[in-house]
């Protein structure tokens, strides 16, 4: 009996704390699925850019900055093709404009670095500078009051948003040579 209740509590446990992952944790609301599709993007390529730090091997980094370079313009595409549109009106302007304009100068700075070596003089640190970039970003669209948290607010359905950002990611990363999460 003691087991059955031990594996009962433990199930329990598991399920309260999937639960909590789940929500915010400013409201304890639930995110949903555009921004929580978004964030996941977000935590990977934060991710990449830490396990980036710790690579040696030049053949092992230019794989990984591939798997970030491509993560990176399937979501600014998706985001640009799809989110920031359907939420001018529901965010400031200024944040969405802000928005466009990082995009464009991290698309800018990963073409840079598609062009170069890892052996070349700056990659390392043009790597470490784009992932300072992106974090101050993701910073931006996530901080409350930023474009997360003001497209929440608003009417727009993010739930059917985050279906429509689901399917045109798959297609995206299908059409790149990527795999979709």
């Known amino acids: 009996m003691a087991a059955t209740t031990h594996a009962s509590r433990s199930k329990a446990a598991k399920k309260a704390a999937k639960t909590r992952a789940r929500r915010t944790r400013r409201t304890g609301q639930r995110d949903p699925l555009a921004v929580k599709l978004l964030k996941q993007d977000h935590r990977e390529v934060e991710g990449w850019f830490d396990e980036y730090e710790q690579l040696d091997a030049d053949r092992e980094k230019l794989e990984l900055f591939q798997k970030i370079a491509l993560a990176l313009?399937?979501?600014?595409?998706?985001?640009e093709e799809i989110f920031y549109p359907e939420e001018r009106g529901e965010v400031e302007d200024d944040l969405l404009d802000e928005a466009y304009v990082e995009h464009q100068s991290a698309k800018t700075m990963i073409a840079e670095i598609e062009a170069m070596k890892p052996s070349d003089e700056f990659y390392d640190a043009k790597v470490k500078v784009?992932?300072?970039?992106?974090?101050?970003?993701?910073?931006?669209?996530?901080?409350p009051g930023g474009v997360f948290a003001q497209a929440k607010k608003g009417d727009e359905d993010l739930d059917a948003m985050g279906?429509?950002?689901?399917?045109?990611?798959?297609?995206?990363?299908?059409?790149m040579g990527g795999k979709s999460n």
């Open 130 to 143: 784009l992932g300072e970039y992106i974090k101050h970003h993701v910073k931006e669209e996530e901080q």
């Open 73 to 79: 313009k399937v979501h600014t595409q998706i985001e």
């Open 163 to 175: 279906e429509r950002l689901k399917a045109r990611k798959q297609e995206l990363m299908a059409k």
